[in-house]
Structure formats: structure tokens, C-alpha cells
Nanobody, 122 residues
Framework: QVQLVESGGGLVQAGGSLRLSCAASGRTSSMYAMGWFRQAPGKEREFVAAISWSGGRTYYADSLKGRFTISRDNAKNTVYLQTNSLKPEDTAVYYC???????????????WGQGTQVTVSS
């Protein structure tokens, strides 16, 4: 069992930045690949970014490359998502999740956090 707790969300003006954190605890959490997904009101959950357990491989949604950066600190069992140049369309609940393999497919992820709200005002 793995527990995930996201933090760092909030209200920010367009063009601003937020750093989201996902703290993992429980069973061998540092051995998991980690992903960030988001879900806006009335829309399906979508892939944002993923990182391998070592941090050596990262993947991003094409539309977010250059603005979002995923990283991890296995000593702290924490994954981060740095979000820059935020736009109103980035408004969503952001979720982190764990998987045995790094993937852009939400179905490959086993454990999910409760999410953190990001709201970008214009």
C-alpha cells in the first residue's frame, strides 16, 4: 500500500508559477515511477508528466513541454511538478499517482492521491 498526499496548489494569476508536491509513504515508495495527471471541470482526466523511479526518464504532454517540469527526491519520497507561465486553461485538480512502469496511461497507475486544486485567473 502506498499513500500519496499532494500539496502546493492554489490561486495564481495568469503567467504565474506554482510548485506542486506529492509526498509518498508506505511500501517501497521510491521504487515506483510517478505521474501527474489533471482533471478540469467537465473534462476527462489527462496526462501531464511522468518520471521513472530513478528520475532518469521524464515524459510530458506535448502541450505542456517547456512550461512544466517534473522531478523527484527519493530521499524525501517526494515528487514535484514545477508549473510556469500558467494559463487559465491549466485550471484543474492535479493528481499524482504511482506505477511500476513509467507511462502516460492513467490505467497503468495503481495508487492515487486526493488531488490539489490549481486555479489560474486571467
Amino acid at each position: 500500500q502506498v499513500q500519496l498526499v499532494e500539496s502546493g496548489g492554489g490561486l495564481v494569476q495568469a503567467g504565474g508559477s506554482l510548485r506542486l508536491s506529492c509526498a509518498a509513504s508506505g511500501r517501497t515508495s521510491s521504487m515506483y515511477a510517478m505521474g501527474w495527471f489533471r482533471q478540469a471541470p467537465g473534462k476527462e482526466r489527462e496526462f501531464v508528466a511522468a518520471i521513472s523511479w530513478s528520475g532518469g526518464r521524464t515524459y510530458y504532454a506535448d502541450s505542456l513541454k517547456g512550461r512544466f517540469t517534473i522531478s523527484r527526491d527519493n530521499a524525501k519520497n517526494t515528487v514535484y511538478l514545477q508549473t510556469n507561465s500558467l494559463k487559465p486553461e491549466d485550471t484543474a485538480v492535479y493528481y499524482c499517482a504511482t506505477s511500476w512502469v513509467v507511462s502516460i496511461d492513467a490505467a497503468r497507475y495503481d495508487y492515487w492521491g486526493q488531488g490539489t486544486q490549481v486555479t489560474v485567473s486571467s
